[in-house]
């Protein structure tokens, strides 16, 4: 326990460490072009001269020397404190906290219900041969069918040609169906073929054989014998696909012009608003890192329980 | 080998070769446009039809398919030698500077890889070098950890012993009998690396932070055509169709072979 919250902690602050100086070495890439996109982004891109682009430069610290803007940065940042949006001036906390709930409410609709299409289908598919090659079926479309797509042909079913949803935005429970329904959909099938194939590996254990012919029913083995022996692999990748969502959030997000946290670092990635983008970045990623970590140690404590270390 | 591999195997190199073949194949020219020719349905000059810009489909996906797979096999080539290679690396030093190499890679395991290729690829508008690079910085990872794995289990593999004791030099051991060893579980990853990197291409291009245009990508393609959908549902079908089918064939081929082959439980990534 005290190694996996250890464990926890050290590969939260690399991960905070990390995407913090990608994120800061992209300013870097390109530094006149920041402060003149981000006059452009406050003032209109027509009337924008090199003197207020060079202004909002010296006024944003952007002519400092790098290693003492990446100093200044991760010392206020560690301290919680993640500055202010170069176009808004808003804090950036003020900014992220309700796209992060958005995003957050996106998440705890989605997740459950990947994980009922994914276990239900899974465990049905596990059982037979003949299910085995349709959820392999099913997941090679899955792993090939990228989220815009299933979340543009959703669109274009249920919002344009039958109008029952909104095309896309944010208002109502109503918006949040389709984002959900894409990262649910596919989540669950990646999820599905994955918990059939452990049934399936499960099903090969003598406790299976001899539930059987004690004459015990066929859900009942496999509630009571097949899940738990395959619950390690489909607990870790439930976690995983938790981990994918809160990433893939960001395309489907914009895909239905959702205004989560994913939608907010894109914007701001186009802005190039430096602030914004690495306060999502690292809320993301520690979200993301989080979960990853809770998969291992979940993992790791399922199997010992089931004795197989 | 199974039926379905091998034919995944067989339509995989017909789509290679299709794509290397793209000029030759298609006389259209991807880039130009023909305003007075926008938005046709497929008929005699253009079998799939034209985009808003008069611009030939068929070319497009064609000369698409040379970009995509092109730049996703070099860059997952470099990803493996790199990354396999630092892999093989660590786990041969051992001691601290093997045991700093396994925290870096478990560290940047755990980060959400397509955030971090966004991140970077925002950064700049790339071409084909700089996308490369992205792919390289956000993928070298998974070759590392498995190459590390793999070799520090063959080290303690006993003909690799028998070697030692039979007094072969560590060089000559590596290179004849622990690179061997690897060779299958980096063959299998890298196909599955393969559909995550195009997957990737397809997906920085649909965001608008991909390769620059007007370079036919299959991912901007489906973005540029979200306009027009409503007409012309084609647009769409046609790059949305080539990426589910090159992703979904190396899942088939490469799928089975990954849970055998890997040495632990490496998580796929996956999230576009």
């Given at each position: 326990m005290t190694g996996d919250i250890l464990r926890w902690a050290a590969s939260t602050g690399a991960a905070v460490l990390l995407v913090a100086a990608i994120a800061f070495t992209m300013t870097q890439m390109l530094p006149g072009d920041i402060a003149f996109q981000v006059a452009a982004a406050r003032y209109d891109a027509e009337r924008v001269t090199p003197d207020t682009a060079r202004q909002v430069g010296d006024e944003l610290g952007l002519n400092d020397p790098a290693p003492i803007r990446f100093a200044h940065w991760f010392a206020a940042l560690v301290s919680g404190e993640l500055g202010r949006s170069t176009v808004t001036d808003r804090p950036v906390w003020a900014m992220m906290s309700a796209p992060l709930g958005r995003t957050l409410r996106l998440a705890a609709i989605a997740w459950p219900a990947s994980l009922l299409l994914g276990i239900g289908l899974g465990a049905w598919f596990g059982l037979s041969r003949r299910g085995l090659v349709v959820a392999t079926a099913l997941g090679a479309l899955a792993a090939g069918t990228p989220s815009y797509v299933v979340g543009f042909a959703l669109g274009a079913v249920f919002a344009i040609e039958l109008g029952w949803l909104p095309v896309a935005g944010y208002g109502d429970v109503a918006h949040l169906v389709l984002p959900a329904a894409t990262l649910a959909l596919l989540g669950g099938l990646r999820l599905a073929l994955v918990s059939a194939r452990a049934v399936a590996a499960a099903g090969t254990h003598p406790s299976i054989a001899f539930a059987r012919m004690k004459a015990v029913g066929r859900f009942r083995v496999l509630v009571l014998h097949n899940l738990p022996l395959a619950a390690p692999v489909i607990v870790a990748y439930a976690f995983l696909s938790l981990a994918f969502m809160l990433e893939g959030a960001t395309v489907v997000e914009t895909v239905f012009a959702y205004p989560g946290l994913g939608s907010l670092l894109l914007d701001a990635v186009r802005a190039r608003d430096v602030p914004v983008i690495q306060g999502a970045a690292v809320v993301i990623a520690v979200a993301v890192v989080t979960v990853n970590n809770l998969a291992d140690a979940l993992a790791g404590r399922l199997n010992r329980m089931i004795g197989r270390t | 080998m199974t039926a379905p591999r091998m034919m995944a195997i067989g339509l995989l190199c017909g789509l290679g070769a299709a794509a290397a073949l793209a000029p030759v194949l298609v006389a259209a020219d991807p880039l130009r446009q023909t305003l007075s020719d926008a938005l046709l349905p497929p008929n005699a000059d253009y079998w799939l039809g034209t985009d808003h810009l008069g611009r030939s489909v068929l070319a497009r996906v064609l000369h698409g398919a040379g970009h995509s797979l092109g730049i996703a096999a070099v860059s997952v080539a470099a990803s493996v030698a790199i990354g396999g290679g630092l892999g093989v690396a660590a786990a041969m030093i051992g001691g601290i500077t093997g045991r700093v190499i396994g925290a870096v890679v478990d560290a940047t395991l755990a980060l959400p890889a397509f955030l971090v290729a966004l991140m970077i690829a925002g950064s700049f508008v790339p071409g084909p070098l700089g996308m490369g690079i992205v792919i390289v910085a956000t993928t070298w990872v998974e070759p590392c950890r498995v190459g590390l794995l793999t070799t520090a289990r063959a080290r303690r593999a006993a003909h690799v012993e028998a070697a030692r004791l039979a007094g072969l030099p560590w060089p000559a051991v590596t290179t004849r009998l622990i690179l061997p060893a690897l060779a299958g579980p980096l063959a299998s990853l890298s196909g599955l690396m393969l559909g995550q990197v195009i997957l990737t291409i397809a997906g920085l291009g649909f965001l608008g932070?991909?390769?620059?245009?007007?370079?036919?990508?299959w991912g901007a393609m489906i973005s540029d055509a979200l306009p027009y959908a409503g007409d012309q549902p084609g647009l769409v079908a046609v790059p949305a169709l080539a990426i589910m089918l090159t992703v979904g064939l190396l899942f088939v081929a490469t799928g089975p072979t990954i849970d055998r082959a890997m040495p632990s439980h490496v998580p796929t990534r996956r999230s576009v």
């Open positions: - | 932070l991909g390769l620059r245009p007007p370079t036919p990508e």
